[in-house]
């Protein structure tokens, strides 16, 4: 099976910046696997994003590019998973996810945990079918 590193035309300035070893997605035969992405800093101003949900918000937007780049959407995710700062959060996160996948939803983890800077209130992940 071919794999294919798949770098969303709009995908945020810092993030082309930061030298880390990773595709922002992949994808693999008939999947879409798209790496953890936390936004903490807005895509057009790079400003500090605050509170949970605008970045959950910020978050899904850009992993509903990369989807669309690599030729599919959220309607097509299969599996999520939510790395959360804070327990307390769950529900306004929570809020937001469900804008965006209003029908028939993924399967989905939530696991609170550290997270990379002190800033990020939220990552997320998924996997999805082209």
């Known amino acids: 099976m071919e794999k294919e590193a ?20 992949v994808k693999a ?3 879409v696997f798209v790496s953890g992405y936390a936004g903490f800093l807005d895509r057009k101003t790079e400003a500090l994003v605050e509170g949970i949900e605008a970045q959950t918000r ?16 959220l309607d097509k995710v299969v599996k999520v998973t939510v790395f959360l700062r804070n327990a307390q ?5 929570n809020e937001v996810y469900r804008t965006f996948f209003p029908k028939d939803p993924p399967a989905r983890s939530t696991i609170v945990t550290g997270l990379a800077l002190p800033e990020i209130l939220v990552e997320i992940e998924c996997t999805a079918v082209v």
């Open 6 to 25: 798949i770098i969303p035309a709009n995908l945020p300035s810092w993030v082309k910046k930061m030298p880390l070893p990773l595709s922002p997605a």
């Open 29 to 31: 035969g008939a999947f």
């Open 58 to 73: 910020e978050t899904l937007e850009v992993i509903k590019d990369a989807l669309e780049a690599a030729g599919s959407s």
């Open 89 to 93: 959060d769950f529900s306004k996160m």
